[in-house]
């Protein structure tokens, strides 16, 4: 009796096991054929590409930021100062964070790219862009106990669907084994967008818009952490972030962006 009971169970199990795989079987011509059909365009040219998403000719007129770097800021020199010597922003204008490292200049390739990632829901560009950060961000990283996305307010977040910084920090994180800690570092307060904002206006537009939240600072207190953005122009947007994580007692503050702003007529001293 239990034999016959137990036989239509097994055939049940192989029926349920055959449409699975003929489901699977099913979606992966489908994706197949939606890729023959619509190739894969490299978002910066429009040609097609075999990858993610930056044909070979684009991504040779990516420009990788390696050293001679300013240590403080991580601005790249046209010739090598020496050891410790840092850039004249670094001096004349110090931030509230420790260092920060860019993977890229924010030439005309890499702004493609955030463009894309940011307000064209291009989630396929962020592991290539992780990946590089997570190079050009190795000593940061090494030293560092947890990552942290600069956060949108909610109501940006609701528009956009997601947080580029978060898909970027979360390929880090899988990249290096660094724990990402989200939802610690808060947007409080809604700002106006920083582009067209004049250095002063960025860093007023900011102010005050981060916290900690506060059932979360013993996550944050004592430990190294790495802001993880997009891009990085005037620095007022990180500068914020990284006085609220002090504030709630961070042992240090570096920051780790995929592309950023550099005035190539400024040298070191």
Not at 21 to 36: E, F, V
Not at 105 to 112: E, F, K
Request: proline share 6%.
């Amino acid at each position: 009796m239990d034999a016959e009971a137990s036989l239509p169970n097994s055939i049940s199990t192989i029926l349920r096991g055959t449409l699975s795989a003929c489901r699977g079987a099913w979606h992966h011509a489908a994706r197949m054929a939606l890729d023959i059909a619509l190739p894969t365009l490299c978002v910066a040219c429009r040609e097609p590409v075999n990858g993610e998403g930056v044909c070979a000719n684009c991504w040779a007129k990516l420009s990788f930021i390696a050293p001679p770097l300013c240590p403080r800021l991580g601005i790249p020199f046209v010739y090598d100062p020496g050891p410790g010597l840092l850039s004249m922003e670094a001096i004349s204008d110090p931030p509230a964070y420790g260092r920060a490292r860019a993977a890229v200049r924010y030439d005309d390739v890499a702004r493609t790219l955030v463009h894309a990632l940011k307000y064209q829901d291009r989630t396929d560009l962020a592991p290539a862009m992780g990946r590089w950060m997570a190079r050009a961000g190795r000593e940061l990283i090494e030293q560092s106990d947890a990552l942290i996305p600069v956060p949108l307010h909610w109501r940006r977040g609701w528009s956009r669907r997601f947080n580029q910084s978060g898909a970027l920090a979360r390929v880090i994180e899988r990249q290096t084994g660094v724990k990402l800690l989200s939802e610690v570092l808060r947007r409080v307060r809604p700002t106006l967008q920083q582009i067209g904002l004049s250095r002063p206006q960025r860093a007023s537009n900011v102010q005050g818009a981060f916290k900690v939240a506060a059932e979360r600072q013993s996550e944050i207190q004592g430990r190294r952490v790495v802001l993880v953005d997009d891009v990085l122009t005037s620095g007022a947007t990180v500068d914020a972030c990284a006085r609220a994580l002090l504030r709630a007692k961070a042992a240090s503050v570096d920051v780790l962006v995929f592309a950023r702003v550099v005035d190539t007529h400024k040298a070191p001293i």
